[in-house]
Each structure stands twice: as C-alpha cells, then as structure tokens.
C-alpha cells in the first residue's frame, strides 16, 4: 500500500524551502523485522533509512543493468562471443551426441 504526503523540511533555513514529497509503504512483517534486527545491529540508523538505502541502492542497479551489462557481467562477454563464434564455425555437439557421450561415461564409471 502506498501513500503518498508532503512534508515541510525542517533541516531548510526557517523551516521551509519548498516541499519534499514522502511516500509511506507497508512492508510484509518479514521484511519489517528483518531491517528492525539490522537498525538493532547498528546497521542503519533505522528503518526508514535502510528502505531508503536499499532502495537506491537497487534502483541504482536496475538502472546500470539497462544501460548495458553490469560490472559483475563483464567477465563473461569473451567467453559468450568465443562460444558463438564457435557455434557459427560449426563447431558444436549435437543434444543426442551429448547424451551419448554422458551415457559411455556413465558407464564406464560405474564398470
């Protein structure tokens, strides 16, 4: 369930420079519970700031992951394109050749 408030910013000179817009949320008790254990751990500073965090910082990679591959990904993109370009030469085993490859296998080891 969302809310959506407007609050006047006490941290502005006198009180008010404009009008910041907050958004209120339910959270499932689990996931209450578990930000309460991390506030209690010293964590967060509380709830309300580990929402936030955790939501930046997941938007953040949703945002990084449409602009392209992540960081994370970037290993991968040789190998990807090295078993393409092998795919494209030929260079491949069919799914019954597999099988039949895994099944000698299977057998020999278990001779």
């Known amino acids: 369930m969302f809310h959506k408030r407007s609050l006047i910013s006490p941290s ?7 009008i910041k817009t907050a958004m ?3 959270l499932h008790p689990d996931q209450e519970a578990w930000l309460k254990t991390r506030v209690a751990n010293g964590d967060f500073a509380s ?3 580990a929402a936030r965090q955790l939501l930046g910082e997941r938007i953040a990679e ?6 392209g591959a992540s960081d994370d990904e970037a ?3 040789p190998y990807v394109d090295e078993g393409l370009a092998a ?3 030929g260079e491949f085993v069919s799914l019954e050749e597999h099988k039949a490859r895994n099944a000698a296998l299977l057998a020999s080891l278990k001779a």
């Open 12 to 18: 502005e000179p006198n009180g008010f420079r404009g």
């Open 24 to 26: 209120a949320i339910t």
């Open 47 to 49: 709830v309300d700031a």
């Open 62 to 67: 949703l945002a990084k992951g449409e602009e």
């Open 75 to 77: 290993w991968m993109k």
């Open 87 to 89: 795919l494209n030469r």
